[in-house]
């Protein structure tokens, strides 16, 4: 095997562990401050685009902010990803890594209120 056709097999390799769009490690659940600040900007960003659009017209007092998202992820996660309701439409759907953002930002959210001592259901 020639050094061309190693880094040609390498990137083959990579590419196809590291841009699987259904990988739950493209944004794995994060550990630092920063990183949730991060996750939480982009989930954030995420519910700009895709669910206030809508929400702003219909249903002004649900418009996701910076400030009530955290407060509303459990409600997220019911119409996402239970329900599957939202979004609504056939022009607005998740693509599969902002779906893996959100469910790590609300994964994230929930531990944080979850008091200790209580397991996670199964």
């Given at each position: 095997m020639?050094?061309?056709n190693g880094l040609i097999l390498l990137f083959a390799v990579f590419h196809c562990f590291a841009f699987r769009p259904d990988a739950k490690y493209i944004y794995s659940p994060l550990k630092s401050t920063r990183s949730q600040e991060d996750l939480k900007e982009k989930a954030f960003e995420i519910l700009?685009?895709?669910c206030n659009t809508c929400h702003a017209i219909?249903?002004?007092p649900q418009v996701f902010t910076k400030l009530n998202m955290d407060t509303l992820a459990s409600e997220i996660y019911e119409q996402v990803f239970?329900?599957?309701k939202m979004p609504k439409g056939r022009k607005v759907k998740l693509s599969a890594n902002e779906t893996v953002i959100l469910e790590n930002w609300i994964?994230?959210?929930l531990k944080s209120k979850k008091p200790s001592g209580i397991k996670k259901s199964r």
């Open positions: 020639t050094f061309t700009r685009i895709k219909k249903r002004k239970i329900k599957k994964e994230t959210v």
